[in-house]
T-cell receptor, first 113, second 114 residues
Framework: DAKTTQPTSMDCAEGRAANLPCNHS???????VYWYRQIHSQGPQYIIH???NNETNEMASLIITEDRKSSTLILPHATLRDTAVYYC??????????????FGKGTKLSVKP | KAGVTQTPRYLIKTRGQQVTLSCSPI?????VSWYQQTPGQGLQFLFE???????NKGNFPGRFSGRQFSNSRSEMNVSTLELGDSALYLC?????????????FGPGTRLTVL
C-alpha cells in the first residue's frame, strides 16, 4: 500500500497558485518525497523530489514540514495544462529490493479558467 | 536528450495470444522498470532490470516476464493473454547511480485484449 495520503480532487483558478498537500506520517529517514503528475493517458511526468529541505525547480516548489510527516507541492501560476493527477510518493532511492515506486490514487487537480 | 520511448504505442490482441512490448531508456540510464496501469488497480510495479539482471519484481503471475539487453533496452512479454491484461504498460528508466534514481517514464503502450 502507498505510504502517502492525498485528497482525491482539488480545483484551482488559472493563474493562481495550486497547493497540493500530502501526508506521509510513517515516512522513514531514508525515504525521499517524490512528486509525479499524469496527464490523461500519458506516462507520469517527474516534477520534483526532496528529503528534508525545501526544493524548487522550474516546474514547482516542494515544502516539507520539519517533522517530515507532510509536504506541499506548489505550482506557482497554474495553467490549464497543469490539469492532471498528481502523485506524492515516499521512496528510498537506495532501497535495493524496495526500490520500486508505489503509487497511490493521487490528487486530480482541475485548473479552471 | 531523447526521452524514454516505447513501441508499439497501441496494440490489440485476443485472449490466449502472447505479446512483446519494447522500451528504449534515456541514453546512459542503466535501470528499466515496468508498470501496469488499469482503472481498477492504478499503477502497479511489474519488475525492474539493471545490467541485464532482474533486480526487483512485483506481485504478478509468471505469465509476465521481461529481459534487458546489453544496451539497456528492455522488453516485456505477456503470454496467454487474459481480458484483465488490458492496460497501459509503462516503462521508466533511471540512472541508478549513488542516490540518483529518479525514474522517467515513457508514453506507454496501450494493450487491449479482446
Amino acid at each position: 500500500d502507498a505510504k502517502t495520503t492525498q485528497p482525491t480532487s482539488m480545483d484551482c483558478a488559472e493563474g493562481r497558485a495550486a497547493n497540493l498537500p500530502c501526508n506521509h506520517s510513517t515516512i522513514s529517514g531514508n525515504e525521499y518525497v517524490y512528486w509525479y503528475r499524469q496527464i490523461h493517458s500519458q506516462g507520469p511526468q517527474y516534477i520534483i523530489h526532496g528529503l528534508k529541505n525545501n526544493e524548487t525547480n522550474e516546474m514547482a516548489s516542494l515544502i516539507i514540514t520539519e517533522d517530515r510527516k507532510s509536504s506541499t507541492l506548489i505550482l506557482p501560476h497554474a495553467t490549464l495544462r497543469d490539469t492532471a493527477v498528481y502523485y506524492c510518493i515516499a521512496h528510498d532511492p537506495i532501497g535495493g529490493s524496495q526500490g520500486n515506486l508505489i503509487f497511490g490514487k493521487g490528487t486530480k487537480l482541475s485548473v479552471k479558467p | 536528450k531523447a526521452g524514454v520511448t516505447q513501441t508499439p504505442r497501441y496494440l490489440i490482441k485476443t485472449r490466449g495470444q502472447q505479446v512483446t512490448l519494447s522500451c528504449s531508456p534515456i541514453s546512459g540510464h542503466r535501470s528499466v522498470s515496468w508498470y501496469q496501469q488499469t482503472p481498477g488497480q492504478g499503477l502497479q510495479f511489474l519488475f525492474e532490470y539493471f545490467s541485464e539482471t532482474q533486480r526487483n519484481k512485483g506481485n504478478f503471475p509468471g505469465r509476465f516476464s521481461g529481459r534487458q539487453f546489453s544496451n539497456s533496452r528492455s522488453e516485456m512479454n505477456v503470454s496467454t493473454l487474459e481480458l484483465g491484461d488490458s492496460a497501459l504498460y509503462l516503462c521508466a528508466s533511471s540512472l541508478l547511480a549513488l542516490r540518483e534514481d529518479t525514474q522517467y517514464f515513457g508514453p506507454g503502450t496501450r494493450l487491449t485484449v479482446l
